[in-house]
């Protein structure tokens, strides 16, 4: 259990690193695709606030920052709660146990769950994005830039959801 919660905790903590850098990054770059109004359209709160509407390069990033800075709360909030956890059983669980609570005796049960699910969902994304590239290869058309990245964020989203519900797992079995 002990193990568990701290590589748990390792890979929350780098989770939580990457996608604060990621949004800081998709948020820097959305400021820089903004649409400029002419000087004698612009009010005095868009000439403050930088700008007119996004461009459709600005949405996609500002979507990102978005996306990125949701899961940089999850993934600090599963770090501080598996530190915690681990810290707790490093230190001979003297005191009162947090794992006793209801919440951490079911919180692993509902993170196992929905792994899970989204692990299921992934794959058969991802079995349907190989059977796409296996007709087109055998129609012996290229294989488009596009679909390559599907098919890449596709195995990396089913990795992570396998990583996610397989810990959760271990911390369940062990509770």
Partial sequence: MKLALAILTVLAMFSFFYFFVASAA????ARLEV??????KSSLFLSL???????ERGKELMARYYRNFFFAFASGAIMVVSGAGYVHLRDGAVGPSPFKSPA?????AVVFGNALIAFLGCAVWLLVCLAGAALRKR?????????????VKSFQWTIGCFVI???????MRNQ
């Fill in 26 to 29: 998709a948020i820097v770059g």
């Fill in 35 to 40: 649409k400029q109004f002419p000087s004698d």
């Fill in 49 to 55: 606030w930088g700008g007119g509407p996004y461009t």
């Fill in 104 to 108: 951490f005796i079911a919180a692993p």
């Fill in 139 to 151: 129609r012996r058309e290229p294989m488009s830039d596009a679909q390559r990245r599907q098919i």
């Fill in 165 to 171: 519900a397989a810990l959760s797992l271990v911390i």
